[in-house]
């Protein structure tokens, strides 16, 4: 069964520094999306890309972070300085065209910052 | 912005039907509820999602009001793997999911 896959499972990393988290939708899906997840609260969406631009972002998808789709198959979430409170599990999530709503997570990758 | 209310948590005994109820009295009327559960620290997993008639797929069934001001989802037969939280979504715009605190299902043998 086709599946999202993250790498890397965790990230540690120092406050300040860039991280690139990695995501490989499922092959034929066309919406890719990023949410996170801080210990013990809500799941949280942070940005949505169809079409090679983000379609929808929230309010905590600031100017440090950005989404690219450098090939076709990776999608990935940079966070360009990071702070301590970016600490959370990071999911991917994609889903198809015709069944946009059904959307495929990733495991996720938990990033803590240092 | 339609939020929607959910208890915090339920217990289910093993094998009975678990109903996990849903309020979104805000939701507008061309907006789809959707339900995802979350097991441990995993992704979220897809369960169903309907407009205003009732659902049902391998997984579970959506039952929606006809106010659509609230639905519930049921589990037929729940079991130990069921344990989760579950999520009443309501999408707030194309594809931008709010997810809310959950419903924690505890289903005891």
């Known amino acids: 069964e086709p599946e999202v896959t993250q790498t890397p499972s965790h990230q540690v990393t120092q406050m300040g520094q860039e991280v690139i988290l990695r995501c490989v939708p499922i092959?034929?899906?066309?919406?890719f999306y990023w949410y996170r997840q801080i210990l013990g609260q809500k799941v949280e969406f942070l940005v949505s890309?169809?079409?090679?631009?983000?379609?929808?972002k929230s309010e905590i998808f600031d100017d440090q972070f950005s989404v690219e789709r450098p090939d076709g198959s990776n999608f990935t979430l940079k966070i360009r300085s990071t702070k301590l409170e970016d600490s959370a599990m990071y999911f991917c999530?994609?889903?198809?065209?015709?069944?946009?709503?059904?959307?495929?997570f990733g495991p996720g990758t938990r990033l803590t910052v240092l | 912005d339609a939020k929607t209310t959910q208890p915090t948590s339920m217990d289910c005994a093993e094998g009975r039907a678990a109903n996990l109820p849903c309020n979104h009295s805000?939701?507008?009327?061309?907006?789809?509820v959707y339900w995802y559960r979350q097991i441990h620290s995993q992704g979220p997993q897809y369960i169903i999602h309907?407009?205003?008639n009732n659902e049902t797929n391998e997984m579970a069934s959506l039952i929606i009001t006809e106010d659509r001001k609230s639905s519930t989802l049921i589990l037929p037969h729940a079991t130990l793997r069921d344990t989760a939280v579950y999520y009443c979504?309501?999408?707030?715009?194309?594809?931008?999911?709010?997810f809310g605190s959950g419903t924690k299902l505890n289903v005891k043998p």
């Open positions: 092959s034929n899906h066309l919406y």
């Open positions: 979504i309501v999408r707030l715009g194309f594809n931008k999911f709010y």
């Open positions: 999530a994609s889903s198809s065209r015709d069944h946009y709503n059904e959307q495929f």
């Open positions: 309907g407009l205003k």
């Open positions: 890309f169809y079409n090679n631009e983000i379609s929808e």
């Open positions: 805000t939701i507008s009327g061309n907006e789809y």
